[in-house]
């Protein structure tokens, strides 16, 4: 069918004049404009609502009592944080109504680069989820770190021809941004020539420097721990991405921008997600419910996940129920509790009472298998190039353990920021010098793992609660180098090695044995095994390190992978050392009280 014949199709079924496809009758339409219910008819033909009043269809769904709105839209994910593929994502949160998402491949990019691009392009197409990417901005973060790519702006630039290439992801390296470092600016420029949307993540920026940021095109921050910073973001023109992730929960400190006359600038994202967080809270519908929980009116947040996010990013025929939009819908049972009854995906039943529609996924493509993808992606699938840990490597020993300190990296509490904390140097018969269980201060090592270098950063982690064993993780943003915490050296090097052999994952470790494991052979990221399988397996993981210490509070593996990321202040660990976010240096680990540096 032509583009005219289309047209003339669509105008002549939205007058009545021929049959919809399609309608879904009696509904409650949550009209996202005017902020109302609407008792009508919504007439659907070629994956398009053509129009609400009363019509007449050749197939006609009774929805009386039901209330549809406009399918979940996600504005900020990385979808390897997940653990499992794409196709098995879709298959997690349609259920759920989520009809699309806004990706940044950095995870997979800082692996592999633009293999690890080409490889999320190709395995997001034709899946009952739209997969809008965002073109990753900084692999590695910062130059002080070590990843598996180094991509600047001529490696990227040609993506911004493709279909589904929305814009710059999250300007993680805010710190240059704002100190107009030409690599960065060439990334910058490319974006303002395409016409396309610049992501933010700069935690704790304000004043000059803010603006500074905003002066650059960066339009969005999903960084905000406080209404205050948000408001100050806010004030300065940008999109307020409020997110509620595995690790970092964000909603209930930015409630206050969930009304009048904030909210309007204000979408949800959720960053990061576990296979457990979707399989048992959801996704979209997830924040939304809790959000409606801590007050926020429905209509209003559901607008926050649907209309909002299509503002931003452009997609002008997303994000409401009316006609010339796109038929991605979800029919609720209750508005309050944000129910998912069914989820439409361009006109089609996508999902019901939970469930996918099957047959799902979509029909593998000849060149789709595993094994010809293993092929044509061998950065992504071999990802694993380091030698096996010795126990030797994590020798850390002052030559005069007197009058010595350690500066440790202390998390917060349902944060990604960290604070610095100090310790007086100990040794303990059973634990790794400087460890202190009793201080809740454990070891931590980042060990290169894609191209052999060798590099090893060993350090110091406060309030993990790790009391016996190890815990190691190929996930750890966003070099995703192999990172490892544990009390003793030698329950460390077999955590290690476990993830190692596997070609990533994660595993726990206590008394040089392996209580458990989790492979995750893609990029040493994710896995092709059903989500629900992974999420049963990792949460086996988490409940073998609960045994070892760590509290309900904080999620052992998530809240690890981000201990080495060195944007986000003030402490974090890489193969490099240990690194002073805030002024971008290197700093020694241990140190001689005499010679204790000021302000650190």
């Not at 499992?84 to 259920?95: I, K, L």
């Not at 070590?146 to 993506?159: C, D, I, K, N």
């Not at 704002?178 to 020539?193: F, G, S």
């Amino acid at each position: 069918m032509g583009r005219q014949e289309f047209l003339k199709n669509q105008i002549l079924t939205a007058a009545g004049r021929k049959q919809a496809p399609l309608v879904l009758k009696s509904a409650q339409v949550l009209n996202v404009f005017t902020e109302e219910l609407e008792t009508a008819d919504v007439a659907v033909s070629d994956g398009y609502i053509v129009g609400i009043g009363t019509y007449d269809g050749v197939c006609e769904v009774d929805l009386s009592g039901k209330i549809i709105c406009p399918g979940f839209l996600d504005g900020h994910i990385h979808l390897e944080s997940s653990m499992v593929s794409p196709e098995e994502f879709a298959r997690a949160v349609v259920p759920h109504g989520t009809t699309g998402v806004m990706t940044d491949p950095h995870e997979i990019a800082n692996v592999a680069g633009t293999e690890g691009i080409d490889y999320m392009l190709e395995v997001t197409r034709d899946l009952p989820l739209d997969v809008w990417f965002m073109i990753p901005s900084c692999v590695p973060a910062t130059g002080l770190d070590e990843s598996g790519a180094v991509l600047l702006a001529e490696q990227l630039r040609s993506y911004y021809q493709r279909e589904r290439i929305l814009g710059l992801a999250e300007l993680m390296n805010a710190y240059g941004t704002v100190q107009a470092d030409p690599e960065i600016l060439d990334k910058v420029r490319d974006a303002w020539d395409n016409k396309k949307v610049i992501d933010g993540h700069a935690p704790g920026i304000g004043a000059k420097d803010l603006n500074a940021y905003v002066t650059a095109g960066v339009g969005s921050d999903h960084e905000c721990s406080s209404a205050e910073e948000a408001l100050e973001k806010l004030r300065r023109g940008q999109w307020i991405m409020i997110r509620e992730g595995t690790a970092a929960k964000n909603l209930k400190a930015l409630m206050p921008l969930c009304r009048e006359p904030y909210y309007h600038r204000c979408m949800f994202v959720t960053d990061d997600k576990h296979p457990g967080d979707l399989v048992r809270y959801g996704h979209m519908d997830g924040i939304i419910r809790e959000a409606i929980a801590w007050g926020a009116d429905p209509i209003a947040a559901i607008k926050m996940a649907t209309l909002h996010t299509a503002q931003y990013f452009g997609l002008k025929d997303r994000g409401a129920v009316a006609p010339g939009f796109r038929a991605d819908l979800v029919v609720l049972s209750d508005l309050e509790q944000v129910k998912v009854f069914q989820v439409y995906k361009s006109g089609i039943l996508a999902a019901e009472n939970g469930r996918m529609k099957e047959p799902y996924p979509v029909e593998p493509k000849p060149d789709g298998t595993a094994e010809d993808l293993e092929k044509r992606y061998p950065r992504v699938y071999r990802s694993f190039q380091m030698r096996k840990v010795r126990e030797r490597d994590f020798a850390l020993q002052p030559m005069d353990s007197r009058g010595t300190r350690i500066r440790a990296i202390c998390l917060t509490p349902h944060e990604l920021l960290t604070e610095k904390a100090e310790f007086a140097w100990s040794e303990h018969a059973g634990y790794a010098p400087g460890v202190d269980v009793s201080q809740d201060l454990i070891k931590m090592a980042v060990m290169e793992r894609h191209h052999g270098t060798g590099h090893i950063g060993i350090g110091f982690l406060n309030g993990y609660g790790l009391k016996s064993g190890a815990i190691a993780t190929s996930v750890a943003h966003d070099s995703h180098n192999l990172i490892v915490a544990g009390v003793n050296d030698a329950d460390m090097v077999l955590a290690a090695n476990t993830v190692r052999s596997c070609r990533g994952g994660l595993a726990v470790v206590k008394d040089g044995q392996v209580l458990g494991s989790l492979a995750l052979p893609i990029g040493g990221l994710m896995t092709q095994e059903p989500v629900q399988i992974v999420d049963e397996k990792l949460e086996e993981l988490k409940h073998l390190a609960r045994t070892l210490g760590i509290g309900e509070s904080v999620d052992p593996f998530m809240t690890l992978a981000f201990a080495s990321l060195p944007v986000i202040p003030k402490l974090r660990l890489n193969t490099l050392g240990l690194i002073d976010v805030e002024k971008q240096e290197i700093i020694p680990v241990v140190y001689e009280q005499k010679c204790k540096e000021e302000n650190i």
